[in-house]
């Protein structure tokens, strides 16, 4: 399982809520990626079948 | 210069240029000592951070008083107009409605950045109290441990979505059919025809 949330722990040991965790980083880097290889694609096959201006 | 017609004034331009840098500086020094790279980024931070709320305060006083603020405002027609235009690329028999002066495209990237930079001004300038500046020393305890948590929650949640957001900006930007708006972002101005092309007159 990833984290989704960094948390820290007070004198006393308990534990609350820091902030997001940066395990998630490379996945929003990677949804970027990913959203643009999908986009290059499609508009080459929408290019090749003749809608030339996507 | 006839056939030339003005999309960006120089004010906006560089208004989007100074934004863009400020968004830019914030985003290194938040990620690249999460990334390993150390320096001492905390004071960059929310100088640049200062920077681009006080930016920001005078593109939204200018775009409601002096500019057409509904031109880049998403409307229900936009979503109309882009289910449309959805269609015409994916079938012939679909029909393509020239929008205005900003697309569906255009207006949803302006929203996302929006609310997405409102989010780290306001939970930023709140962080802000945590931190030793020139106008105050620092004070932890001025909410709870779980308020604060939250937001920094938020915070990082917004700061995480604009990576994704910038680099679809930047990648759209780069397009061959969409650099004439590069152009427009950096000298101001549309050909005749690219305008022609890609919007209706009557509406820009
Ligand atoms: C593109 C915009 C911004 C991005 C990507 C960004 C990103 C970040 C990140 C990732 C952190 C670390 C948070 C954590 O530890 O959970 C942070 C902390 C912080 N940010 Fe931002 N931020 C942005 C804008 C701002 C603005 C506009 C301000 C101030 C007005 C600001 C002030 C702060 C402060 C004071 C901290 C806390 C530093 C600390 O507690 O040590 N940020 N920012
Ligand atoms: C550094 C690379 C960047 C490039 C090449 C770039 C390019 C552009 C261009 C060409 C436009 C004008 C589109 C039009 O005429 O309709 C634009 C608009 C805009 N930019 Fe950027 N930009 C960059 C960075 C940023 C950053 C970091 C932000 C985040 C604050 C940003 C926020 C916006 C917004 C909100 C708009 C208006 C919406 C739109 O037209 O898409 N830009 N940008």
Known sequence: MIEVFRYSSDAWGQRSLAGMSWDLLPYFFYAGVAIIVVHLVAAWLLKRRGHSDQ | MAAHILRHALIDRIFHWLTAACVLVLMATAF????????????????????????????????????????????????????????????????????????????????????????????????????????????????????WGTVYVLHGLAALTLVTTIMLHIYFALRPEKLCYTRSMIKGWLTESEREKNHDIQRW
Not at chain 2, 50 to 79: C, E, K, Y
Not at chain 2, 124 to 141: A, C, I, K, Q, S
């Open chain 2, 32 to 147: 690249l000592p999460i990334l390993g790279i150390k320096f001492s980024w905390v004071t960059i931070h929310w100088a640049t951070g200062v920077v681009l709320g006080i930016a920001v305060l005078i593109h939204v006083v200018r775009a409601l008083v002096f500019q057409r603020a509904t031109a880049i405002w998403v409307s229900p027609r936009d979503l109309g107009e882009g289910l449309s235009n959805l269609k015409a690329a994916l079938s012939p028999a679909g029909r393509a409605i020239k929008p205005g002066k900003y697309s569906l495209a255009q207006k949803s990237m302006h929203l996302l950045v929006t609310i997405l930079i409102l989010a780290v001004l306001v939970t930023g300038g709140l962080m802000m109290v945590r931190v030793d500046t020139p106008f105050w020393e620092r004070n932890p305890y001025w909410l709870t441990e779980a308020q």
